[in-house]
């Protein structure tokens, strides 16, 4: 059955999947995080004034000279690396032609068929705990190109627009795009590689410390190539690119919704057209945009204004030395240092708290408690604003060391578990440290034990049988007994100490 | 070399937003076509020992630190622009592309 969803039918991904094998490829652009422009030293800060971060080079102008940013070439060398590349020993850039307001220069300045990494690899790990291997084409370096802005058309699109205004601030950006092979046999599980794959790569780059990897501040773009084969056929079909999926939610949903359409217009005997669609954030779909044909004559040339790159060995080893430990690797120390299970060390993981679990841990708190406290409430409330709990936390002032505050009073004997869920729910809501919320709130466990005393007693006249039972050595009946008793003291006794005297009242014999 | 063609010489066209009229293509496409002929010359050079090269200095490696330098203010970059609103560069509207 086919749907209609948007302009263009779609068949449900299951259908889909079960009739056809999708091939994708990934293209990611990154931003490097360099303090100057890829071939001038024009500065890169995002959010600047429009045209304050300009200089003849970057705009073009006659007569002006580039010269290749030295920390660019060795982030891009570093990502080579990281992505188990092999570096160029000797490259040059080219120009791509093309005309288009957003490159002052009607080339832009990037790599053809000689990037400086190549033939590598990148393993990723799916939610069932599984990995797969995505292999890297190629990671070469480039520029980024101007922001435009459209004038007169009522929905700021291109359409009905009078004229554009442009901003070359982002052009000459240094970019480094890394292209995937063809993703194959991944059949239903395509959209969770693709996201993974995003996901992994940006843990990667961040880690490096080579761009800030900001989706939402296009820092970081992920272009989507997707085509489908009948099931079990072994060529690829005719693909299209889906540009800027910018977040990895809509890097999943671009994916799915790609392969439902490539299907219903193959099962309805059309066949798929070449093209670059565009993403709608929104509505979730693709829109058709300009035909590939047209645009790919860019008459690529070698740069004659460049130099060519040629990085020594010793260079290329030297910068493989600066490399972190990768996150695989690193993710697997951290799981037994801390002593989770595979299950909770994924929940960890997928809430993206590792390196708040590991800065709570540093500042004095027990592996369990850091989990813990950072798991529950906190996550739940960071959830129903939309957002996470690193960030949730932040915008609170609550930290790891409130983490370890609470757990020294727990520990200390003032709070009991249940006590504490309160002065963290007070710590959340803003009242201060947790030692200021148990004062605030009067929470402390009640040391007076002649008040406890007093309560068990009351609480065993008050369930002869119940007593009777535990004489008999029925000693799992005691829990209906504590919790009449923490009852009785308002919950503000500790739990352990009233077994204790329950028990020794009711001792056999 | 093969001859240019008047489609080469109107895909060109299209690609480099130059609007052509059919008397312009047809006079475009012999005047190109010498130019083609007169550099296609060069392909007589002997060149069987001579290594394919894309700058005349053998050198590599030309690069300078990360090191932030003076930017034109936005008055300077936008002076020799045509039209500008919002400090930014305007264009005509741009058709067909995103």
């Known amino acids: 059955m086919t749907t209609t969803t948007g302009a263009e039918a779609t068949l449900p991904y299951d259908e889909a999947v079960a009739a056809f094998d999708p091939a994708l490829g990934l293209e990611v652009h990154v931003e490097l995080g360099t303090a100057t422009k890829m071939f001038c030293g024009c500065p890169t800060e995002f959010g600047a004034e429009p045209n304050t971060q300009v200089c003849p080079v970057c705009l073009g102008l006659p007569g002006a000279l580039p010269v290749v940013n030295e920390t660019a070439v060795e982030s891009a060398i570093r990502i080579g690396l990281a992505l188990n590349c092999s570096i160029a020993e000797w490259c040059r850039f080219a120009r791509k032609n093309y005309f288009y307001p957003d490159m002052p220069k009607n080339f832009q300045t990037s790599q053809y068929d000689e990037p400086i990494a190549f033939d590598g690899y990148l393993d990723v790990q799916l939610e069932d705990g599984s990995t797969y291997r995505v292999e890297i084409e190629r990671a070469h370096m480039e520029e980024d190109t101007g922001k435009s802005l459209h004038v007169g058309g009522s929905t700021g699109r291109i359409h009905g627009a009078t004229h554009s205004l442009v901003d070359y601030n982002r052009a000459g950006i240094p970019l480094v795009e890394i292209v995937t092979r063809p993703i194959v046999g991944a059949g239903e599980r395509a959209p969770e590689v693709a996201r993974a794959y995003v996901a992994t790569l940006r843990d990667l780059l961040k880690a490096m410390g080579v761009s800030d990897v900001k989706m939402e501040q296009g820092s970081m773009r992920c272009d989507v190539n997707l085509s489908l084969a009948p099931k079990g056929s072994a060529r690829l079909g005719t693909r299209t690119e889906t540009k800027n999926v910018n977040s990895l939610r809509s890097v999943e949903r671009a994916v799915r919704y790609e392969v439902g359409r490539h299907a219903a217009v193959l099962t309805g005997g059309g066949s798929v057209t070449q093209e670059t669609r565009h993403w709608h954030e929104d509505t979730g779909i693709t829109t058709s945009g300009r035909l590939k044909s047209d645009a790919e004559d860019y008459r690529y040339f070698p740069e004659p204004d460049l130099v060519p790159v040629a990085p020594s060995r010793e260079t290329v080893e030297a910068l493989r030395a600066t490399l972190p430990e990768p996150p695989a690797a690193r993710r697997r120390r951290l799981q037994d240092a801390w002593g989770y299970s595979d299950l909770e060390m994924r929940d960890v993981l997928n809430a993206g708290l590792v390196e708040l679990v590991e800065e709570t841990v540093a500042a004095g708190a027990t592996p369990a408690a850091a989990r813990k406290w950072w798991s529950g409430e906190v996550a739940r409330r960071a959830n129903g604003e939309g957002t996470d709990v690193v960030t949730y936390a932040q915008r609170l002032g609550v930290t790891p060391e409130h983490v370890v505050e609470l757990e020294r009073l727990v520990d200390g004997g003032r709070l009991n578990d249940s006590m504490a869920r309160q002065v963290w729910e007070g710590v959340l809501d803003g009242e201060g440290g947790p030692t200021q919320v148990a004062d605030a709130r009067g929470l402390e466990l009640v040391q007076d034990t002649g008040a406890l005393e007093a309560a068990v007693e009351k609480v065993i006249a008050a369930n002869p049988d119940v007593a009777e039972k535990i004489r008999g050595g029925k000693v799992q009946a005691v829990g209906a007994l504590i919790g009449q008793v923490m009852k009785e003291m308002r919950g503000q006794a500790d739990a352990a100490a009233a077994r204790r005297l329950i028990l020794d009242r009711l001792a056999p014999g | ?98």
């Open chain 2, 1 to 98: 070399m093969a001859d240019l063609t008047r489609d080469d010489v109107a895909h060109l066209a299209g690609l480099a937003r130059i609007d052509l009229s059919d008397a312009e293509l047809d006079r475009m496409v012999g005047e190109l076509g010498v130019i083609l002929e007169a550099v296609a010359t060069v392909q007589q050079a002997p060149i069987t020992d001579v290594e394919p090269m894309s700058h005349p200095m053998p050198i590599v490696n030309v690069t300078r630190p990360d090191v932030v330098r003076d930017c034109l203010t936005p008055q300077e970059a936008l002076a020799g622009a045509p039209e500008s609103e919002q400090q930014r560069f305007s264009v005509p509207r741009i058709l067909d592309e995103e």
